[in-house]
């Protein structure tokens, strides 16, 4: 009875097509909230390797192991590098929490300082190590946060053939946009698998600063999962490629490798 209705006011104009269509859009934060209930196993180690070339061609090698764990609803992430000889040691922790009251716990390990260095919510918006991701871009993969912006849902579009929702977000407060370093995003998110496809990104200016490519999505031991992340900085023409390669979800991974004292020891 209700679709007869709507073709009905269709019919004799009191109804827009884009009107109806913008009443069955889901929510801006009911979107970012189904980011995070889709599955991504229990943990996970895999292989990262990061590309970084700059203005002028030159290209920079890095390889990581990327590992992550769920302790209950809580999210903890670290990455260790293993290549080139002059950033070998060097490690990533972070401890995500569900509680939105609570800052995430990130923490840095520098070798060559043999210092452990934490990560304060004011610097999670800094570039991680050369990269074009930041920090909290690290931690969120290919989730959108759920209490840093204010989303409006715009409609949808095609990335990859795959049908995706458009949102464009802006930050809470003056205080968030400073941390984050964006003024505002337009983020486009997968309509059936619920994962980030692409993302843009404007500085605190208002200038158009980044765009984000999440490609080569697949199923890997029947989760969806993210093999390739590319991502150009529009001010500085400087680009990452991000590769994920031997994922395995069905690893053991002991609850010490996610602790500080880890970070120094190594895998």
Known sequence: MKNYLIMGLLAIGLLSPTSSKAQTLPTGKSIADKTYAK????????????ELKDKRGKIRIRETTSIRKYFGEEKRMAIYYLTPKSVKGTAFLTFDYPDASLDDDQWLYMPALRKTRRISAANRGDYFLGTDLTYEEI????????????????????IDGQQCYVLEGTPINDKIAKELGYSKVKLWVDASIWMLRKADSWDVAGNHLKTTAIKEIKKVQGIWTYHLIAVKNHKTAHETLFRISDIDYQTSLNDDAFTKEALVNGL
């Open 139 to 158: 931690k969120l993969e290919t989730r959108i946060s759920r209490d840093d912006y204010t989303y409006k849902t715009i409609g949808t579009e095609r």
């Open 39 to 50: 599955d991504e196993g229990i943990s996970v180690r895999r292989k990262l390797t990061m």
